[in-house]
């Protein structure tokens, strides 16, 4: 692996992601999507995807670009709720969809990268979760296909808390991952800003090859070594996109301004 990791552009970045890839994608909402990544690998043309995100952006932005396109067959998602499209190729069973407890998702991540198979939490057991039944894809009648399998539980005693009974999680291993940072130096080493960094981290971890699209590269050192939220030890290829790209908000909540402050917007 070469020292500078930059590549000339995101159709670069992405061009070797064959069919049938198990991606994981980073980002936080709508915060912290590899936008450019994701709109260059559907014109690229991979499909029968397989995605690990925490959700599946909106119709017709972040991943919900590539779910317009056909390209996903399945998402590991934690929160789903914001994407019609999502919605109607799920219940038509056009999708299979994992719903994974969000630290839960999170740590399955970070574990695979860090070589741990599986763990054991209490996050899910006594729910469908755990116990099995959970619906990942429906007949275009309308029943179920498919249904989340029991996990394995065991009971714990952790510190004074007596025995608690934890359910067995797998962790996740993937093909690619895509991330998005604020900054970046050539050997991959990256700064995330704010809730960007929820799930870009683990995410690159998980992924045989990390691609990493970035605000700004420096030159190696130009970063403090304190301030690398990832190591450039995870990350295969970085491409800058410069600091003008869109950023759009997921809701915007408004509230009465209050007296002397008309006008004003509250986010």
Request: aromatic letters at 6%; charged letters at 25%.
């Amino acid at each position: 692996m070469s020292l500078d990791k930059t590549v000339a552009s995101a159709a670069e970045a992405v061009a070797d992601i064959p069919d049938g890839s198990l991606l994981a994608v980073g980002g936080f909402g709508l915060s912290g999507n590899p936008i450019q990544l994701i709109e260059a690998l559907k014109e690229q043309g991979a499909k029968d995807l397989s995605i690990v995100s925490n959700n599946c952006g909106v119709d017709g932005w972040g991943l919900g670009i590539l779910l317009g396109a056909g390209r996903i067959s399945k998402m590991i998602s934690s929160y789903v709720g914001e994407n019609k499209e999502f919605a109607r190729q799920y219940l038509e069973g056009e999708l299979e969809v994992e719903l994974v407890p969000q630290g839960t998702l999170a740590e399955k991540l970070r574990a695979g990268g860090a070589g741990i198979p599986a763990f054991y939490t209490r996050s899910g057991v006594g729910t469908q979760v755990a116990d099995g039944g959970l619906p990942m894809k429906y007949h275009q009648d309308g029943t179920v296909a498919k249904a989340s399998q029991p996990k394995d539980i065991r009971t714990f005693e952790m510190g004074r808390t007596g025995e608690k009974a934890y359910a067995l999680e797998e962790s996740i291993v993937t093909d690619f991952a895509l991330v998005h940072a604020a900054v970046g130096d050539r050997h991959g080493n990256l700064v995330f800003n704010k809730a960007t960094r929820q799930f870009a981290p683990p995410a690159a971890m998980s992924a045989s090859v990390c691609i990493a699209q970035v605000e700004r590269i420096v030159e190696p050192g130009e970063i403090d070594p304190d301030q690398v939220h990832l190591p450039g030890v995870y990350v295969h290829r970085i491409v800058e996109v410069g600091p003008d790209i869109e950023k759009p908000i997921e809701k915007r909540t408004v509230r009465t301004a209050p007296a002397g402050t008309e006008g004003e917007e509250t986010r």
